[in-house]
Structure formats: C-alpha cells, structure tokens
C-alpha cells in the first residue's frame, strides 16, 4: 500500500518515529485541543487522540482529531470496543476516512466499572483483535463485515497496543502475533519503565520476526511526582514500576525534573534495543512537557513526511 499518513511515511522510511498522546477536554472547548496540538506539532510525527480514556466522557476522539487536522497534525484516533457496536464502529470510520483521518489505533477500552459512571452498559460487540480486521477488510477489500462494498478508498495505517508485561509473559508475543496477522501495521506498547524486561519481550518478538512485520512503538509515561509513581506501581494495571524508581521519585529535591531524568534515560535505552521502531510519549494532562523530552532525547528535529 502506498504510504499515506505522516506517521506511516516516516516509519516507512526507517526513520526513529516520535508520537505523543493528549486527552480531549470534559467538554466542549475545541481551544484546549487546539492548544495542545499546537504544543506538540514541532516535536512529533503524529498525535494520539484518547477515547474516553478510563472510561470517562470527553469530548470524542473523532472531533478532537478533526481540530488536529485543521492545525496541520497527523492525528491518531482511537477506537475502543466498550462503547459501540460493528454498525456505530464502521460507521465512525467510514466518517473518519472522509474528514482526512488515516490513522486508527484498535483497542479494547477501560472497562467502564473504572470511571465515574459504573452502571454504563459495556457494548464490546467486537474484541481489539476483530476491529483490526474490520479495519484491515475496509482498507484492503472495501468491504463492510456483513461483505457489501463500500464506495471509495479508505487508505488506512492500522495501530493496536501491546502490554510486554503481562502474565503469562510468553503469551504476549503470540497475542502479537495474532494482532499482527489481522493487520495491524504498527504497535504502541504499555509505558516501559523495566527496559530489561521490555528487552526480553523484544527478543521474542524478533525471534519471531515480527519486528520486520509491524512497527513497534514503545510507550513512555513521563512520571510528575512519587504520589503517581506509587499510584502506578501499586493501581494500574498493565504497568510494571520497579521500586527503585519510585524511591527515586521520593527522594528527589525536583520530582518533576527526576520523572523527566528517568525517562530520558528509558528512551535512550529503548533506542539501543533492535526492533525498535520509535517512542510513544504519554503525556496526557502534561503535555506541555514532551518538546522538553523530545528535544533533551535528542529525537529532533522530526522528519518531514
């Protein structure tokens, strides 16, 4: 497939990708988004959007990557599973292809019992791993899931997200695998901050060659203080923090510019890992943070698709 969006061209091209990630507002403020985006634009090749991350309503990721777009960014919308059925998913991304939006990242979603409105019906009409077929059959066949064609081309660049961490630990790379064979194009991983371990989950994967079939992105969480890095370590699941960092959090004079040291030097070691296709940065609530990491990182300046 020719290459398409940003992202893809400079993945594509063998190039070190840079992405980062903003929460839409809990509202309607389209200058927040924009403001954000504005942050960001010199110092990433493409920008997630979140829907309704941890199961709270923002403004949705469709509208968010439009504002996105009108700035000049190449915006990565996110779909989860959790709220909408095939139809209203299908839908959302025949709609996104016409507004200009080539990237969709595949996910499952928070489960709704996470945020502030449990009682919410949970739809997960599809898994993660059959809307990437749903995307892949739209881009490569122009056709829906009940087979009838659709007009137009949808020349998509299919994400998914991947955990290195979790158990059982070799399963991670055969749920890869499987991610990758319903087609998905790149991958963006749960925040690493144990590189050795992360390491580990990679030489699997090359094992497996896949790192010469999907892009593999590797997430970031850049940490503000020791009261997130225990929060992290000790509540959100799918994130391994070792001790030794949170004592470093604790004890720091400067917590912010500690969170800011330790992944500094995560992505430097990341970088060193083959297979390794590019770093994704989640800031989300700072990100006025990634020019500093992205610029101290030495990541820039970022190619022009």
Same mark, same amino acid.
């Given at each position: 497939?020719?290459?398409?969006?940003? #992202?893809?061209?400079?993945?594509?091209? @063998?190039?070190?990708?840079?992405?980062?990630?903003?929460?839409?507002?809990?509202?309607?403020?389209?200058?927040?988004?924009?403001?954000?985006?504005?942050?960001?634009?010199?110092?990433?090749?493409?920008?997630? &959007? $979140?829907?309704?991350?941890?199961?709270?309503?923002?403004?949705?990721?469709?509208?968010?990557?439009?504002?996105?777009?009108?700035?000049?960014?190449?915006?990565?919308?996110?779909?989860?599973?959790?709220?909408?059925?095939?139809?209203?998913?299908?839908?959302?991304?025949?709609?996104?292809?016409?507004?200009?939006?080539?990237?969709?990242?595949? =996910?499952?979603?928070?489960?709704?019992?996470?945020?502030?409105?449990?009682?919410?019906?949970?739809?997960?009409?599809?898994?993660?791993?059959? #809307?990437?077929?749903?995307?892949?059959?739209?881009?490569?066949?122009?056709? =829906?899931?009940?087979?009838?064609?659709?007009?137009?081309?949808?020349?998509l660049f299919i994400g998914a997200a991947e955990n290195p961490y979790a158990d059982?630990?070799?399963?991670?790379?055969?749920?890869? =695998?499987?991610?990758?064979?319903?087609?998905?194009?790149?991958?963006? $991983?749960?925040?690493?901050?144990?590189?050795?371990?992360?390491?580990?989950?990679?030489?699997?994967?090359?094992?497996?060659?896949?790192?010469?079939?999907?892009?593999?992105?590797?997430?970031?969480?850049?940490?503000?203080?020791?009261?997130?890095?225990?929060?992290?370590?000790?509540?959100?699941?799918?994130?391994?923090?070792?001790?030794?960092?949170?004592?470093?959090?604790?004890?720091?004079?400067?917590?912010?510019?500690? @969170?800011?040291?330790?992944?500094?030097?995560?992505?430097?070691?990341?970088?060193?890992?083959?297979? &390794?296709?590019?770093?994704?940065?989640?800031?989300?609530?700072?990100?006025?943070?990634?020019?500093?990491?992205?610029?101290?990182?030495? =990541?820039?300046?970022?190619?022009? @698709?």
């Amino acid at each position: 497939m020719k290459a398409g969006t940003n #992202l893809e061209k400079v993945l594509e091209s @063998g190039a070190f990708a840079v992405t980062a990630e903003i929460g839409p507002p809990k509202g309607t403020a389209a200058r927040v988004v924009q403001r954000k985006g504005e942050t960001l634009k010199p110092y990433v090749d493409a920008v997630n &959007v $979140t829907n309704n991350q941890t199961a709270i309503v923002r403004m949705c990721s469709l509208a968010s990557c439009v504002i996105l777009k009108q700035l000049g960014l190449d915006p990565v919308m996110q779909i989860v599973c959790r709220d909408r059925n095939r139809i209203a998913i299908q839908s959302d991304i025949l709609g996104a292809v016409a507004l200009g939006i080539g990237n969709i990242l595949c =996910l499952s979603g928070d489960h709704q019992k996470l945020g502030n409105q449990p009682d919410a019906k949970g739809v997960f009409d599809l898994d993660s791993i059959q #809307l990437i077929q749903v995307v892949k059959k739209l881009r490569d066949e122009k056709k =829906l899931i009940c087979g009838e064609e659709i007009s137009g081309e949808a020349p998509l660049f299919i994400g998914a997200a991947e955990n290195p961490y979790a158990d059982p630990f070799e399963y991670r790379v055969v749920r890869l =695998l499987k991610k990758v064979k319903a087609g998905a194009d790149f991958i963006q $991983t749960q925040a690493i901050y144990d590189v050795s371990k992360f390491a580990q989950w990679m030489e699997l994967v090359r094992d497996k060659g896949l790192d010469q079939q999907v892009h593999i992105l590797a997430g970031v969480i850049p940490t503000r203080s020791a009261g997130m890095a225990r929060y992290m370590r000790d509540y959100v699941a799918g994130v391994y923090v070792p001790d030794e960092l949170v004592t470093r959090m604790e004890v720091a004079r400067d917590a912010k510019e500690e @969170g800011v040291k330790i992944c500094l030097e995560i992505i430097e070691q990341i970088k060193e890992i083959p297979g &390794v296709h590019g770093v994704h940065i989640m800031a989300v609530g700072w990100e006025d943070i990634v020019p500093a990491i992205a610029e101290r990182a030495g =990541l820039l300046p970022r190619p022009i @698709g």
